[in-house]
């Protein structure tokens, strides 16, 4: 019984997931999740006593996995540190590409806190996996040794947040998508020396 309760959970959140990021947290009710689910609200409600505390048990096991992702590309052996920064940014812009803009704007807007657990979890794994990442390429010569992992990371990080915001947005002809690859080809081309920007270019062609 406790297994079978683990499933439903699951597929609650598969599916509640699903409808977030493609319409956003405010615009999805818990009526349509039901719906989409073929199950009764009671059910739902069983799970869940809101859908606050669905998002927050979505997004929770969401930042779980991906943590476990970026470890698994920062740490995995053999491997140039050239390739894990490709193989980094491209998970990271797989991420943002799944979700809609109006999640990222209801987010903010209308789910303060579950914004901060994200924004806190970021933050998190930026200085610790990548930062060892970044330190790694410098030390192995493929990335400028003239720029220090800590402060790229401060001036990443604090690019993202301000750029990746409605209000920064507002009236823009870009989605998020656009504006993480932008930042990722400035930044990070920036970061590689000479021979390893050339490489680069290469295995993007």
């Known amino acids: 019984m406790v297994q079978q309760d683990e499933d439903i959970k699951q597929r609650i959140m598969d599916e509640a997931r699903a409808l977030f990021f493609r319409y956003g947290f405010s615009k999805v009710t818990m009526d349509e999740t039901a719906e989409a689910l073929g199950m009764s609200k009671k059910t739902l409600y069983r799970f869940f006593p809101s859908k606050e505390d669905l998002l927050q048990e979505i997004t929770k096991h969401h930042l779980a996995s991906c943590e476990t992702e970026m470890r698994a590309i920062v ?93 920064a947005l507002a009236g823009l002809p870009f989605k998020p998508t656009q504006v993480f690859d932008t930042v990722v080809k400035v930044l990070f081309e920036g970061l590689l020396t000479e021979k390893a920007r050339t490489e680069y270019h290469a295995k993007q062609a």
């Open 75 to 167: 740490k995995r052996p053999g491997a140039d540190p050239l390739d894990k920064l490709q193989e980094y940014t491209r998970y990271l812009a797989a991420l943002y590409a799944k979700m809609s803009d109006a999640l990222l704007h209801d987010l903010r807007r209308h789910a303060p806190e579950i914004w901060r657990m994200i924004d806190d979890h970021s933050q998190k794994c930026v200085a610790t996996e990548f930062q060892a990442l970044i330190k790694e390429g410098r030390q192995k010569g493929r990335f400028r040794k003239d720029v220090d992992e800590r402060l790229f990371i401060l001036i990443y990080s604090s690019v993202i947040k301000e750029v990746l915001n409605p209000e």
